[in-house]
Nanobody
Framework: QVQLVESGGGLVQAGGSLRLSCPAS????????MGWYRQAPGKQRELVAV???????NYADSVKGRFTISRDNAKNTVYLQMNSLKPEDTAVYYC???????????????WGQGTQVTVSS
């Protein structure tokens, strides 16, 4: 019954900013990597950014220098600060987390339902 719920999406003008949040709830023993993906119309889902449990990060080339991923382990939450938004950033953004639901279990991927980000020119 692990659940991730994204929030913070919306409609913004090019050059604007948004901050996405995604807390994980339910049966959680531990969380490994957390990340953000996006899917634009007619395209496959792509990795935006990922952050490890230790704080190491990786970004898609298209968002480097503009987006920042972070996490609050005490709150089981991953964030995505998006600055200098461009129309090509328009997509549904999904959070992802590798979660071990119980001490006897294995890590597996969990996904949120997605939040729409629309950037107009």
């Amino acid at each position: 019954q692990v659940q991730l719920v994204e929030s913070g999406g919306g409609l913004v003008q090019a050059g604007g900013s948004l901050r996405l949040s995604c807390p994980a709830s339910g049966s959680i023993f531990s969380i490994n990597d957390m990340g953000w993906y996006r899917q634009a119309p007619g395209k496959q889902r792509e990795l935006v950014a990922v952050i490890t449990s230790g704080g190491s990060t990786n970004y898609a080339d298209s968002v480097k220098g503009r987006f920042t991923i972070s996490r609050d382990n005490a709150k089981n939450t991953v964030y995505l600060q998006m600055n200098s938004l461009k129309p090509e950033d328009t997509a549904v953004y999904y959070c992802n987390a590798e979660i071990r639901a119980a001490r006897w279990g294995a890590f597996r991927d969990y996904w949120g339902q997605g939040t729409q980000v629309t950037v107009s020119s």
